[in-house]
């Protein structure tokens, strides 16, 4: 029992220690953030069916400045086939969101007439399914590029108190860091198998 006793008193002078050298609850939020913004991505971005919140957050530039379409104009789904967004409150923008949205990458032709813009939805195709699931690829690997980035800023912050505190500490610091990055890139990784089997059905 006594040896156990002492393990115990090193590590909690370890935990201690760690705060000052580093805080790593603070790196596992930011790991979350990642995580969490490619679950954004994916639910907003990539999507089989096209629905008017997938065009809420298309950014418009207008000579004003860069908005979301939904604070520009009213976004209706009259059929599955036709989705509306209704410009009478910012008539002058009509040509920016229509420019938008067809270059948001969700595959849309919009048409224009007067202030209503009419946006078809097109027949989900093989292809469009298999260049999505492409995307998501690509979002993931960015996911990772950033998860990469936190944990090399955590790891350099870690490295600062070389000499300062036991090589131990500093080792079993950076073994931490990596298997919360480790673990995180199994949830991505996770996020993603879902995601391609959702959109290649």
């Known amino acids: 029992a006594k040896g156990k006793g002492q393990s115990q008193a090193r590590v909690n002078i370890s935990a201690a220690l760690v705060e000052d050298i580093i805080n790593l609850e603070e ?7 990642v995580v969490e913004a490619l679950k ?9 069916r096209t629905s008017p919140g997938a065009l809420d957050h298309i950014i418009v530039m207008t000579k004003d400045g860069k908005f979301p379409l939904n604070q520009l104009g009213q976004i209706s789904q009259k059929s599955p086939q036709l989705i509306v967004v209704n410009m009478t409150n910012f008539p002058e923008s009509t040509a920016a969101v229509t420019k938008a949205i067809r270059e948001s990458g969700m595959n849309l032709n ?10 078809p939805v097109p027949k989900v195709t093989r292809e469009h399914r298999e260049s999505l699931a492409k995307l998501a690829k690509q979002s993931t690997n960015k996911s990772k590029e950033a998860l990469r980035k936190v944990r090399s800023k955590s790891i350099n912050q870690v490295k600062k108190f070389k000499g300062k505190v036991s090589e131990d500490t500093i080792w079993l610091l950076e073994k931490q860091i990596q298997q919360m990055a480790e673990s995180t890139t199994a949830e991505m990784d996770k996020l ?9 059905g």
């Open 27 to 33: 790196t596992n939020e930011d790991m979350q953030a």
């Open 40 to 48: 954004e991505d994916f639910s907003r971005n990539l999507s089989v």
């Open 110 to 119: 919009p048409e224009v007439d007067g202030t209503i813009i009419r946006v």
């Open 192 to 200: 993603l198998a879902a995601k391609t089997k959702e959109l290649l």
